[in-house]
């Protein structure tokens, strides 16, 4: 299973995609959609939409996973997002793929196993589940990895695939032994904690181009 993360925005939009192959998860492509402050808020949606059409016939995700909209102090901001991910949900609803939202808090949990994590420790836990060289860059990039993370671990299969402890969403609970996912987490958590890097598992995805 394929899943395309995407933390919105019309000025940088993250992209993040994702394999699921039993319980283990791999990066395959990352990086952001940029748009010049210059053009028109019109054109910039238009430049989004076209970028996103080209990743969903690059890659045939199979859900795309969005981080969903919730109240914010900057109207601005707020407004920002919801153009942007309006443009998301049309390019996925044209492509017959389904949605899947989530909180920021619930992909931190996904992610980092708490709500209270850090950014800087969302990302440095998306760097070990994922196997990375290096911690994913820009921001948005490591954003959108996390919340294909979150929606990859909470969907289970025909054949209900096992999900980790740590997947809040599970129906039910989760079976004896932990995943290659858990692992991942649990390894990435002691890490941490003794103050050590990441280990790196395999090589690094190379990043989109851009939209111009």
């Known amino acids: 299973m394929i899943i395309l993360g995407i933390d919105p925005g019309t000025a940088m939009l993250g992209f993040g995609v994702v394999e699921r192959t039993g319980t283990r998860l791999r990066a395959i492509d990352y990086g952001v959609i940029k748009t010049p402050s210059s053009l028109s808020l019109p054109a910039r949606l238009e430049s989004i939409y076209l970028a996103l059409n080209d990743l969903i016939e690059l890659h045939h995700p199979m859900l795309v996973g969005v981080e969903r909209l919730f ?12 153009q942007a991910r309006g443009v998301v949900l049309l390019s996925a609803a044209q492509h017959d793929l389904d949605i899947r939202e989530a909180t920021p808090n619930e992909v931190k949990v996904a992610t980092a196993g708490h709500g209270s994590a850090a950014k800087e420790q969302v990302q440095r836990m998306v760097q070990a589940i994922l196997g990375l060289a290096e911690i994913p860059e820009p921001d948005d990039a490591a954003d959108a990895l996390a919340i294909a993370i979150c929606v990859a671990n909470r969907e289970r299969s025909v054949s209900r695939i096992p999900t980790g402890a740590l997947d809040r ?22 890490r941490e904690r003794l103050g050590l890097q990441p280990e790196a598992k395999v090589t690094r995805a190379p990043k989109s181009k851009t939209a111009s």
Do not use: D
């Not at 109240?71 to 919801?82: C, L």
């Open 71 to 82: 109240f914010t102090k900057n109207v601005q901001t707020a407004f920002a997002v919801g």
């Open 169 to 190: 969403s599970a129906l039910t609970p989760a079976p004896t032994g932990m995943t290659p996912y858990e692992k991942a987490v649990h390894e990435a958590l002691r």
